[in-house]
């Protein structure tokens, strides 16, 4: 089954076939529109692939579209969520506080859920000032990019990849694919040939992968999402049931056409800085890309997270040894290394 995005206010709920439902959930004010949340039937009850945003027109979307298609919220008897991010994960402690659903997330998402409960918001807004501030941000622009979205529940389970999800009489199995978050994932729902997958694999748009800190070079959120790409495709061509957009075949050919794209965007990445004689900061390199619009109308939250997206892409590149970071400089700068 295929169909095109719409509008929110023409989504409707969907039996999607073997025993998956579809129920789109607004996300306020944001371009995406809403979060198709999946549930798949069980004899313990149903199970939700994520949730949704945590407010209350997305909470009445979601129980009364559960409602529409025969499924009573109280009734769901676990959430497991592709990744933590608002939109996802959201409304995953709303249902378990009707229903008594357990939440599964992958251990290294959980991990950063725990983080951020014990996060002060005081502490929160200093390390993302000074993160801003060593990407080259101008301080009056960082000061407005602070933000802290509310932490979502804690996870009662952790999943581990390659773990089946509590979904008696079907096999849903979790593919862990980080990049878009370190603990993403994607579920196989091994008896039917498809894949939920979450963020990770969307049919038109490709996701945000950010790194945060955005200087850190200890990890490569980029080449870990290139590698789960890989990964997916290697699953073969199943049906996608994807949180965005539509649902969609092949999801090989599509993860491969991703692949592509930030192959390319890095190809142009480096000519980029190969034409600058003086080393950049983050927050410049940023404002050189191509976004969905000009820099200068972006606003100040939307150009932190395209710095992230800019320094996960200059880390990809200083990890294959194509450019390198300046050392001892504040804020940190990269410049291309001879070809």
Same mark, same amino acid.
């Given at each position: 089954m295929k169909s095109r995005r719409r509008p929110y206010a023409e989504q409707r709920p969907q039996d999607v076939g073997g025993g998956v439902w579809s129920v789109p959930v607004p996300i306020p004010g944001n371009p995406l529109g809403y979060t198709l949340v999946y549930a798949l039937e069980s004899p313990k009850g149903p199970v939700l692939v994520d949730a949704g945003w945590n407010h209350p027109d997305a909470w009445d979307a979601l129980s009364g579209g559960l409602a529409a298609v025969g499924i009573d919220v109280s009734s769901v008897s676990g959430v497991v969520v592709t990744h933590f991010h608002p939109d996802h994960a959201g409304l995953a402690g709303q249902v378990k506080d009707v229903s008594g659903a357990w939440i599964a997330m992958h251990e290294d998402d959980a991990?950063? !859920?725990?983080?951020m409960h014990d996060y002060a918001a005081e502490e929160h807004e200093s390390f993302q000032s000074d993160m801003l501030r060593r990407a080259g941000a $101008?301080? &009056?622009e960082a000061r407005q990019a602070v933000s802290r979205p509310t932490p979502p529940a804690l996870p009662d389970r952790r999943l581990r990849d390659g773990d089946l999800v509590d979904l008696p009489g079907r096999k849903l199995r979790a593919v862990h694919t980080p990049g878009h978050t370190p603990g993403h994932i994607c579920l196989h729902l091994e008896d039917a040939d498809r894949?939920?997958?979450?963020?990770?694999?969307l049919p038109d748009i490709t996701p945000h992968v950010g790194i945060y800190p955005y200087d850190r070079d200890d990890v490569d959120p980029l080449g870990d999402f290139l590698d789960s790409l890989d990964r997916v495709a290697d699953l073969?061509?199943? $049906?996608?049931l994807p949180a965005h957009e539509w649902i969609f075949p092949d999801v090989a050919a599509r993860a491969?056409?991703?692949r592509h794209h930030h192959d390319e965007k890095l190809v142009r990445l480096r000519a980029l800085l190969a034409q600058r004689p003086e080393p950049l900061t983050i927050w410049e !390199? +940023? #404002? =050189? =890309?191509t976004w969905n619009r000009p820099? $200068?109308?972006?606003?100040p939250m939307l150009k &932190? =997270? #395209? +710095?992230?997206?800019? #320094?996960?892409?200059l880390r990809a590149l200083e990890a294959r040894g194509e450019v390198r970071r300046v050392p001892g400089v504040d804020p940190v700068r990269f410049q291309a290394l001879d070809s």
């Open positions: 991990a950063l !859920v725990r983080l $101008d301080p &009056g894949l939920f997958t979450g963020d990770h694999v073969g061509p199943l $049906d996608a491969a056409q991703i !390199v +940023a #404002a =050189m =890309m820099w $200068d109308d972006l606003s &932190g =997270m #395209a +710095a992230g997206e800019a #320094a996960a892409h």
